[in-house]
């Protein structure tokens, strides 16, 4: 399996001896940071900006995208339709001279099943192709102090799936995730995204190192007219002029702060620490607040970060390189 420029990175940095603390102290509010590898894991390729997000900075400073993991959901149940759309948006993007964009990996991945006992370990596993993924992956790009980040913009079946077939992944992974709400006492693992699998939540907040990013904003106004009319001409940025008009005006639907809260870290405003503790009446995990627990849970962003920085790699002459 080929991941990219992704390993020789890590296994260069690897080999390199006794590791200079400061340079890997993280940037910012989170434990992982810009440097880290990632894997998008998401459905629809229509709803938000996380792909383009991802692929433009892949080649402006980071993080570098190691993979691409594509599933179904509720509001996205057509497998093959999302694959398709995530295909169109990497040959846009190499055909626009992005760099090594690597292939979408589609996988099935129904929601997992709370068992009987209530034991996670006692949970079936699906043995998704994006599980299998994040495991190979993660073995080959992780290494102490810089974990591979698993970066969501759906449910977060693949992830607990990964930990039911290798226990071993959260020494490996990091999951920042766009879902839940936050509250001043902690928040829910619920809509967007983490109430299409409740139990899935509850196994990555418990054996996970799990950021969760509960703030969101109107992301249809991350590119206006105004900004696209001054964009070069190439096959990415016709793209997202194509898909710009279809954006979901939700403002709880922008996946794209999951990834923006790794490559742009003034982008996190407010950050607690929190651990699960129970779930609601309809099973959804529930976050409280509490300093050693190994949530970190975003409930303020700096939305004008994200998008500006979209919008200066976009426009900058160095970005789209000779194909």
């Not at 999951?175 to 001043?184: M, N």
């Not at 870290?265 to 929190?274: D, G, K």
């Not at 309809?282 to 050693?292: F, K, M, S």
Request: glycine share 10%; net charge negative.
């Amino acid at each position: 399996m080929k991941i990219w420029g992704v390993v020789a990175l890590a296994a260069t940095t690897a080999c390199g001896g006794t590791l200079d603390a400061g340079h890997d102290v993280p940037r910012g509010n989170l434990p992982v940071d810009n440097r880290n590898p990632v894997v998008l894991c998401n459905d629809g390729a229509y709803d938000n900006w996380q792909g383009e997000y991802a692929m433009l900075l892949a080649n402006a400073g980071g993080p570098p995208l190691a993979g691409i993991v594509v599933g179904e959901s509720e509001p996205w149940p057509d497998l093959a339709e999302n694959l398709a759309g995530w295909e169109a948006m990497v040959a846009a993007a190499r055909e626009s001279g992005l760099g090594e964009v690597p292939d979408p990996v589609a996988s099935s991945s129904p929601p997992l099943v709370r068992p009987s006992d209530g034991d996670i370990d006692s949970t079936t596993p699906n043995h998704s192709e994006g599980a299998s993924f994040i495991i190979e992956v993660s073995k080959q790009v992780s290494r102490p102090g810089r974990p591979l980040v698993a970066v969501t913009g759906a449910p977060l079946t693949d992830l607990a799936d990964a930990y039911l077939m290798d226990p071993t992944v959260p020494e490996r992974v990091v999951v920042v995730s766009s879902l839940g709400s936050a509250t001043l006492e902690g928040g829910e693992m619920g809509s967007p995204n983490g109430e299409l699998d409740p139990w899935a939540g509850s196994i990555v907040a418990q054996k996970f190192r799990y950021v969760q990013v509960s703030a969101f904003y109107e992301q249809s106004e991350d590119l206006p007219d105004s900004v696209l009319e001054q964009l070069p001409t190439n096959a990415f940025t016709a793209w997202i002029a194509q898909k710009a008009p279809g954006i979901w005006e939700a403002s709880i639907a922008s996946d794209q702060v999951s990834l923006l809260a790794v490559a742009v870290p003034s982008f996190v405003s407010t950050v607690n620490r929190a651990v699960e503790q129970g779930a609601t009446t309809e099973n959804i995990p529930v976050l409280a607040n509490d300093p050693g627990g190994t949530v970190w849970l975003v409930s303020e962003i700096d939305r004008a970060s994200g998008t500006g920085r979209l919008r200066e790699v976009l426009l900058a002459p160095e970005t789209f390189a000779a194909p």
